[in-house]
Every structure is written in C-alpha cells, then in structure tokens.
C-alpha cells in the first residue's frame, strides 16, 4: 500500500531518490548527475561521504537540480562545509593546510601520517573472525561475501551460519562460488534466531576478535582495519561498533528507515560506567548509542566470559530484537570499555517497502522494551533502578522517534503511523521476552528428556 509524507499542514512533498556516493578528496573530484541513464532514474538529492586518505569526515546531503553538480559546485560545498575537519586532519597528518579545495583535489604530498599508522596496524594484524549469520538471503548473502573478501585486513576468515534454511540453495551457492576460498567456513544451525545462530558462529572462533554483521550489507575495504584499531584505545576495551550508511535510498520507506539512527555520527566515542559516562539520566539503558548489531565485534574471550548473546531476544524470536543491545550493555556495565569508531564503515540495504517498514518499527519497539526486561532477568539487583528508569526510556524513545529523527524536513514529518507501531511494539515487548524465554526452556527440557530417554539400556518413547 503506497503511503505519502506529509508537512505539518498537511501539504504533500514530492519523493525523490537521493544517489548516495563517496568523495575521497586525495583524488579528482567527479561530477554528480541528477538522471541515470542505465535506469531512467532522476535523483533529486545526494548523500556524499567526504573522505580524507580514506579516513571518512562526514556525509553532506546535496539537492540535485536538472543539470545535476560540476566538479567546482561539488569541491565549493564540500569546503563550505567541512574546511575545519579537512585542515583538522591534514594537520594530524603533518601535513600543510589548505585555504581552499580545488576540483582537482588536495595537492599531493609525501605520505599522511595516517597511512602510516594504518600499515603499522596492518604488518601485526591479530588473527580475527567475521560471523554472518544468513537466512533464505542467498544472493544478498554473495554479496555481502563478495565486500568482505575484497577486505584490506590480512589476517581473518569468515563465518557463516546458515540459520534454520528452508532449502540448500545457500549451501551449494556457497559451495560452488568460493569452494576454493581457504577463508570461508560454512556451518548450519538448526535452530532459527539471530541470537541462536550468533552463538553458533561464536564456538567456531578460535581467534582472539570477533566481528558480527549481517547478510544484507557491504562492506567498506578498512572495515575490519579500524574495528580492530579500536581495541587498540585502552586494555579494556571489550567492544566496537562502527558507522552504518544507506546503500541506496530509491524509496521513500528506505528514507525513513534512515532516520531510524543507523548512523551515530562521525566522532569516535568511547563508554563505560567510568569517566565515560555520557550526561544522560538513562544512560546506560539507552544501548542504542552505542551501535547495531550490523556492525559490531567483541574480544572472543570476553563475550563468552558474559555468555554471548540472549538467545531470547533477536530476529527470529518473539522479542524480535535486542540482542545487540543486551550484549553492549553487560559490556559497559561489567566494567569494560566500548569504542564506536566511525571509521568502521558498512553499508546497508534498506528495505524498500513501507509496509516492511511498518513491521520493521513495532519490531524496534518490540526489541527495545525486551532487551530492558532481559537486563532486569540477567541482574534482578538492578530491579528498582530499571522499574524508575522505563517510563523514562518510553517517553525518551518516542519523543526521538517524532522529533529529533524526523530528517532534514524536506520531505515533511514523521510519519504517526510508525511512531504509533513502535510504541505498540514497546508495550508488547516485556511480554514478548518472558514468552521467548519460556519456549526456551521448554525446548531445552525436551532435548534433554530426548537424550535421556536415548541412552545405553533406554528406548524414546516418541
């Protein structure tokens, strides 16, 4: 069903795509046409990624007239915009700032001290580990795949966990496209959920890091580089998030998805229960500031020292989600540190249909509110300081979903359909995570009774 967005007033704005793109200023700087002529397609905006030596600076978002951005349009707002951060890092580089940006790029130089860093990094990379957990997405999965064997990292093999398929398709794909990849380790897990089949991909690990994303992503060539240069900060850190960016906004459902906060921001932060803490009341139930599940890796040894993921919350579970969030809160509140490093960068495939989208944001609600009850099921101790802190994290969550994510205004305002599903979501999910929880155990009783029934001397009784 086709939906519009709408200005306060009730005026309809018209939707169209934005082409999302990268600028590394080292390099040229291209053109940028408002009509595909592969597809017909007229862009009205751009989402720009503007880079450094690779090192990402931030995104600018661009309207696209008939004609479309010369190179000197694109170099003048790209300096309007970012001279300070430009300059900023060439400093950091030893490098000699810069009074303008030509469309030529920035002069070259001997090189930055960051490349520098990057390759010392590189020559003592640690052995690391990608789990993707997959399900029915075979072609989407291949692509995924194809990103993370372009991966500049040395050192690292690829987990995936092919969770409760529903055929063999991914398996012989798998089989047949990189049969000879010495990288690549396929295992299936029987049992459907996200949380379940992460766990599964973590007793694969034999290397001391380990990084988590998902089937429906590209990822950036320094992924895996600065998510391992985060665990560089301090000894302690058990965790890193990255920055998640749109792979394509053709629709206006992935548009809103967008505003849903994928992406924290393009300083890196770090968090715990220290010197680290952020001036938030909520903090740390609020784990959505720390990243997504997408984008994430732990020191093996620590994640299962806290016991992996809640196998009760996730994709796949009736609490839909969560499971990120309850790891990177035991993280912080075990007294480890957490490092978003932006320059972990990915990107994601949005859905394309609104009423995904619709789904999609009950199952954010649904998620959030688990993931709270989960924190409550996994450290009763903290039972008066979360019955205080909830209400608060409702009012908090909504108000963020209505307002603040509400985009750049050009499209109109937040749709109250999806703020109203998230909080139906919200309401359900307590519920949702004492039920996941349940079957859980029931499960477990009958494997047991099962293996009991099955041994030496004993015959199942069905």
């Known amino acids: 069903m086709p939906f519009s967005l ?14 999302i793109l990268e600028v590394e200023l080292e390099q040229p700087l291209p053109s940028i046409a408002a009509l595909d002529p592969a597809t017909g ?3 009205g905006r751009a989402l720009v990624l503007v880079r450094v030596h690779t090192y990402p600076l931030g995104t600018m978002r661009l309207q696209l007239p008939d004609r479309g951005l010369d190179a000197a349009d694109l170099s003048e707002a790209i300096w309007s915009q970012f001279r300070f951060e430009i300059n900023q890092h060439l400093v950091h580089d030893h490098l000699t700032p810069v009074n303008k940006l030509d469309p030529a790029g920035l002069p070259a130089g001997r090189t930055p001290r960051c490349e520098v860093e990057r390759r010392d990094l590189l020559a003592r990379a640690p052995f ?3 789990v993707v957990a997959t399900h029915d997405r075979t072609q989407s999965l291949l692509r995924t795949l194809d990103t993370l064997l372009a991966l500049d990292y040395p050192n690292f093999e690829v987990i995936v966990v092919d969770n409760a398929p529903s055929n063999d398709d991914t398996a012989r794909a798998i089989a047949q496209r990189y049969g000879k990849s010495d990288r690549i380790c396929y295992v299936r897990e029987p049992q459907p959920g996200l949380a379940i089949a992460h766990n599964r991909g973590l007793e694969e690990v034999h290397a001391p890091l380990v990084a988590f994303t998902d089937d ?3 990822v950036d060539r320094h992924w895996l580089t600065h998510l391992v240069r985060g665990f560089d900060l301090a000894p302690d ?3 890193v998030t990255g920055m998640i960016l749109p792979a394509e906004m053709e629709t206006e459902a992935q548009y809103l998805i ?3 906060g994928y992406g924290k921001g393009f300083t890196r932060r770090v968090y715990d229960m220290g010197e680290n803490r952020p001036q938030n009341a909520l903090y740390p139930y609020t784990a959505g500031v720390f ?6 890796a732990f020191r093996t040894a620590v994640l299962r020292q ?9 994709a796949g579970s009736k609490a839909r989600g969560g499971d990120d969030l309850a790891a990177f809160f035991r993280v912080v509140t075990e007294g480890y540190k957490l490092v978003y490093e932006p320059a972990a960068i990915l990107y994601h495939w949005h859905r394309r249909e609104y009423p995904a989208l619709k789904y999609q944001a009950y199952g954010y609600g649904v998620g959030l509110m688990a993931f709270l009850t989960s924190a409550l099921y996994q450290r009763p101790s903290v039972l008066l300081d979360l019955v205080r802190r909830v209400p608060q994290g409702m009012i908090y969550a909504s108000r963020l979903r209505a307002s603040s994510k509400a985009g750049d205004g050009e499209l109109g305002s937040y749709p109250r359909e999806l703020v109203g599903h998230e909080r139906r979501g919200m309401l359900h999910g307590p519920l949702a995570y004492l039920v996941s929880r349940w079957r859980l155990r029931r499960r477990t009783q009958k494997e047991r009774a099962w293996q009991q029934a099955s041994a030496p001397g004993r015959q199942p009784t069905g």
């Open 237 to 239: 850190v058990a965790c």
């Open 128 to 130: 690391a580990s990608v």
């Open 258 to 260: 967008e505003q849903y």
């Open 306 to 314: 806290l016991g992996g993921f809640d196998p009760a919350l996730g």
């Open 216 to 218: 429906d992503v590209e």
């Open 41 to 43: 397609t007229r862009y």
């Open 6 to 19: 709408t200005s306060p007033r009730g005026e309809r704005s018209p939707f169209f795509p934005t082409r």
């Open 291 to 296: 990243g997504s599940g997408a984008n994430m």
